[in-house]
């Protein structure tokens, strides 16, 4: 069973803070990594993919993956109230579908 | 910016009927997907479809689950006979995944979902 995990949180932080998210994965065949943000009732909205080691930044947001150790994580700098959201990590395990499998989410509180 | 368009927005339907949610990928994508997020829980996939083909379903999409391109633009899931527990979010998403030439190739970009509720 593939799997994708993830804190289930809330992690809550200040505003101005750097929030940490972090997903761990099974499968040593995974290809690709994305990060999604959910708003409450809403659709997964893409944040940042990465499919290299080491980090990616783009404007706020950096992604880090580890192959080795099956991790990714999200670092948002300067959080804003506004990024209070779900955050879910996706792994494409690249098999004939390259369906995506979601972690559980990390819910994120950012505090004015 | 292009985005894949899903309607209606919500169905409210009775137990034991057909419904159909509609989907509009993004046009020049080729693969096609559904999820489904029952509320709480998470993002599960339940089908994927390309070159006019299922390449994949999940334990989820029995046989009373269909999926359709009828024509160059709409993707439709249809659930034939609907259950209590088919409540849910319905997520369409697409990409335009070929061979991986470059980073952004297999990103999926996701509708705004179908809330389906059977009573």
């Known amino acids: 069973q593939k799997e994708v995990e993830q804190n289930s949180g809330p992690l809550s932080v200040p505003e101005g803070a750097i929030a940490s998210l972090n997903c761990t994965y099974s499968?040593?065949?995974?290809?690709?990594f994305f990060w999604y943000r959910q708003y409450s009732g809403k659709s997964p909205e893409l944040i940042m993919f990465?499919?290299?080691?080491g980090d990616k930044e783009d404007g706020r947001f950096t992604a880090q993956l580890n192959k080795a150790s099956q991790y990714v994580s999200l670092l948002i700098r300067d959080s804003q109230p506004s990024d209070s959201a779900t955050y879910l990590c996706?792994?494409?395990?690249?098999?004939?579908?390259?369906?995506?499998?979601f972690g559980s989410g990390t819910r994120l509180l950012v505090r004015p | 910016e292009p985005e894949v368009t899903q309607t209606p927005s919500h169905q409210v339907t009775q137990m034991g009927q057909e419904v159909i949610l509609r989907c509009v990928p993004i046009?020049?994508?080729?693969?096609f997907y559904w999820y489904r997020q029952i509320l709480g829980q998470k993002v599960e996939f339940l089908v994927s479809?390309?070159?006019?083909?299922?390449?994949?379903k999940s334990e989820i999409f029995d046989d009373q689950f269909s999926v359709e391109r009828p024509d160059g633009s709409n993707f439709t899931l249809k659930i034939r006979s609907t259950k209590l527990e088919d409540s849910a979010m319905y997520f369409c998403?697409?990409?335009?995944?070929?061979?991986?030439?470059?980073?952004?190739?297999?990103?999926?970009?996701f509708g705004p979902g179908t809330r389906l509720t059977v009573l």
């Open positions: 996706a792994v494409n395990i690249m098999d004939s579908s390259y369906k995506l499998i």
């Open positions: 499968d040593r065949g995974s290809q690709s």
């Open positions: 046009s020049n994508h080729l693969y």
């Open positions: 998403a697409s990409s335009d995944f070929m061979l991986r030439t470059d980073e952004s190739t297999d990103t999926q970009y």
């Open positions: 479809f390309y070159n006019n083909e299922i390449s994949e």
């Open positions: 990465i499919y290299s080691n």
